[in-house]
């Protein structure tokens, strides 16, 4: 089966959108993800410059000598553009082979490991109770794990939380817009949080928790450590993970679990964290670790240390990942938790799914393929908006981790 044409599609239903759509001699298609959050044309011009030449002939059936093509045949490998390029060819490629088998995607991987995707959503206020009654209708919907961020007194702006109510996307038209950041009040106001949580709905849920990158080895330990009385799920990107080493500090003061990862293009990010036992969950995802075929490995490499997945699933991913993060996620032995932000119903319009959720759960359906498509015609009426992630920076002005 030959791959006679492949076309790159950068759309903005609410939020901007690149999607590569390959066509094959059979009449069979499919589609990858390609987006990567505020460096859209980046990627898009990777593909349309450089990989899709070399597309063109080439057998759709040969997913691994494809990956491998791209990825060694480059000489400058990994990197988010590399890496986002190479994943929208392999879940395109993923999707045809389950078309031309008639089945969905999961079969070919080895079938469910599970009947559920246990998926956790965002509950957010800009205070402490617009937080709990967010958590309260979170549950009221279904959901068996719960992520918490919440407003910080002293502080205008916080991470995850929507600005007047509106659903939350932090990139923004224009220019990256600047919030001010202090870790002092934060660290003083997390443990209250999530005792809040708890004296009021419990334990009998899952919480979970990002701090996201902005803090120290030391202020993280002292975070987590903070946090056991609550028995979270995990704190999310407590550190950067440029020095991998600063998780050992924080192993050596808590045994609040630890998940990574959203932003590994690679295996070899994750690769000493997994095997010294640095971290519980690791939250690469198909479309910046280099598809599924990329992604399988990872977790085969964190099964062997205990590791369980996390994938990232927020929606600077469009529809056609989550779509495939879900067949991923039902195979996967060593699966922990998929995060769920549900999409615009804009977005959702163009990119129509098979995917579902269901008290708590997601399934990723039963048709052929992936199960996510796009329609053209309606992605053209949402041209792309250039559009940024916010940057942080601390009260005396010096540029942060966001």
């Given at each position: 089966?030959?791959?006679?044409?492949?076309?790159?599609?950068?759309?903005?239903?609410?939020?901007?959108?690149?999607?590569?759509?390959?066509?094959?001699?059979?009449?069979?298609?499919?589609?990858?993800?390609?987006?990567?959050?505020?460096?859209?044309?980046?990627?898009?011009?990777?593909?349309?410059?450089?990989?899709?030449?070399?597309?063109?002939?080439?057998?759709?059936?040969?997913?691994?000598?494809?990956?491998?093509?791209?990825?060694?045949?480059?000489?400058?490998?990994?990197?988010?553009?590399?890496?986002?390029?190479?994943?929208?060819?392999?879940?395109?490629?993923?999707?045809?082979?389950?078309?031309?088998?008639?089945?969905?995607?999961?079969?070919?991987?080895?079938?469910?490991?599970?009947?559920?995707?246990?998926?956790?959503?965002?509950?957010?206020?800009?205070?402490?109770?617009?937080?709990?009654?967010?958590?309260?209708?979170?549950?009221?919907?279904?959901?068996?794990?719960?992520?918490?961020?919440?407003?910080?007194?002293?502080?205008?702006?916080?991470?995850?939380?929507?600005?007047?109510?509106?659903?939350?996307?932090?990139?923004?038209?224009?220019?990256?817009?600047?919030?001010?950041?202090?870790?002092?009040?934060?660290?003083e106001f997390a443990p209250k949080l999530f005792e809040a949580i708890r004296v009021r709905f419990g334990m009998d849920f899952h919480l979970l928790h990002d701090a996201h990158h902005r803090l120290t080895p030391i202020e993280a330990a002292r975070l987590c450590k903070s946090l056991e009385p609550y028995r979270l799920f995990w704190v999310e990107d407590p550190v950067p993970a440029e020095n991998q080493d600063a998780f050992r500090i924080i192993r050596q003061h808590t045994v609040t679990p630890i998940a990574i990862g959203e932003v590994f293009s690679s295996i070899w990010d994750c690769k000493e964290l997994i095997e010294n036992h640095l971290i519980d969950y690791i939250r690469a995802s198909v479309v910046h670790a280099g598809g599924i075929t990329h992604l399988r490995r990872i977790a085969d490499l964190a099964s062997?240390?205990?590791?369980?997945?996390?994938?990232?699933?927020?929606?600077?991913?469009?529809?056609?990942?989550?779509?495939?993060?879900?067949?991923?996620?039902?195979?996967?032995?060593?699966?922990?938790?998929?995060?769920?932000?549900?999409?615009?119903?804009?977005?959702?319009?163009?990119?129509?799914?098979?995917?579902?959720?269901?008290?708590?759960?997601?399934?990723?359906?039963?048709?052929?393929?992936?199960?996510?498509?796009?329609?053209?015609?309606?992605?053209?009426?949402?041209?792309?908006?250039?559009?940024?992630?916010?940057?942080?920076?601390?009260?005396?002005?010096?540029?942060?981790?966001?």
């Amino acid at each position: 089966m030959k791959i006679v044409d492949a076309k790159v599609i950068v759309c903005c239903p609410g939020r901007n959108f690149v999607t590569l759509k390959i066509l094959t001699d059979q009449g069979l298609h499919g589609i990858g993800d390609a987006t990567l959050n505020g460096r859209e044309l980046a990627v898009a011009s990777y593909l349309e410059d450089h990989v899709v030449p070399c597309l063109i002939g080439r057998d759709a059936h040969q997913i691994e000598d494809m990956w491998q093509y791209l990825y060694r045949g480059a000489y400058w490998r990994r990197g988010p553009v590399t890496m986002a390029a190479i994943a929208a060819v392999d879940t395109a490629l993923w999707d045809i082979k389950a078309k031309a088998a008639g089945l969905p995607l999961y079969q070919l991987l080895g079938g469910k490991s599970r009947t559920g995707v246990m998926v956790y959503c965002h509950a957010n206020g800009r205070d402490l109770e617009e937080t709990l009654d967010s958590v309260a209708r979170h549950r009221e919907m279904g959901y068996k794990a719960i992520r918490a961020q919440s407003g910080i007194p002293g502080l205008d702006a916080a991470y995850g939380v929507p600005k007047g109510g509106k659903f939350y996307e932090p990139a923004t038209k224009g220019l990256p817009e600047e919030y001010v950041w202090a870790t002092e009040p934060y660290l003083e106001f997390a443990p209250k949080l999530f005792e809040a949580i708890r004296v009021r709905f419990g334990m009998d849920f899952h919480l979970l928790h990002d701090a996201h990158h902005r803090l120290t080895p030391i202020e993280a330990a002292r975070l987590c450590k903070s946090l056991e009385p609550y028995r979270l799920f995990w704190v999310e990107d407590p550190v950067p993970a440029e020095n991998q080493d600063a998780f050992r500090i924080i192993r050596q003061h808590t045994v609040t679990p630890i998940a990574i990862g959203e932003v590994f293009s690679s295996i070899w990010d994750c690769k000493e964290l997994i095997e010294n036992h640095l971290i519980d969950y690791i939250r690469a995802s198909v479309v910046h670790a280099g598809g599924i075929t990329h992604l399988r490995r990872i977790a085969d490499l964190a099964s062997l240390y205990h590791v369980k997945t996390g994938c990232h699933g927020a929606t600077d991913l469009s529809p056609v990942c989550m779509g495939a993060a879900l067949h991923f996620d039902i195979w996967v032995p060593n699966f922990g938790v998929q995060e769920h932000m549900p999409h615009l119903e804009v977005s959702e319009s163009v990119f129509p799914h098979a995917y579902s959720f269901e008290n708590g759960y997601m399934t990723p359906g039963d048709v052929p393929g992936h199960g996510v498509d796009i329609d053209e015609a309606l992605a053209a009426k949402y041209p792309y908006e250039r559009a940024y992630l916010p940057v942080n920076r601390k009260r005396d002005g010096t540029l942060c981790d966001w």
